[in-house]
């Protein structure tokens, strides 16, 4: 069970060379692939700020989402708890929510992230 960052998320669906190929084989033939809401939340704010230049909206990344059978994870208030929980270690905040997702969902977090691998969660690339 996987979950995937949103950089992660954007190579996979881009066949992007930058994901390893462990991790796209892990993507590929797992049926058990998570999205934290906060990776489009993400997206939605980079693509506005000119940040990321994407052509799918956040729609049709949700809709992709559904084709390729990754739920997406809503946020949750013990994510939250969690988060306060973490050391100060990496200060972006949408990281610091799919790290805390990761371990309150006991998920396999896909990055390639040096900063995350600082922390005390299973990691996968």
Do not use: V
């Amino acid at each position: 069970m996987y979950l995937l960052d949103t950089c992660a998320f954007l190579w996979f669906l881009d066949d992007n060379a930058r994901l390893s190929a462990k991790a796209r084989d892990a993507i590929g033939k797992s049926k058990n692939l998570y999205l934290s809401i906060a990776s489009l939340w993400e997206i939605a704010i980079k693509k506005t700020l000119n940040k990321l230049d994407i052509e799918e909206s956040i729609t049709e990344l949700e809709n992709t989402c559904y084709c390729y059978g990754i739920t997406i994870l809503p946020i949750r208030t013990r994510y939250l708890e969690r988060i306060q929980q973490l050391p100060m270690i990496h200060g972006d905040p949408f990281d610091r929510l799919i790290m805390s997702t990761a371990l309150e969902e006991n998920l396999r977090l896909i990055t390639h992230d040096e900063k995350i691998s600082k922390y005390d969660i299973e990691l996968f690339w």
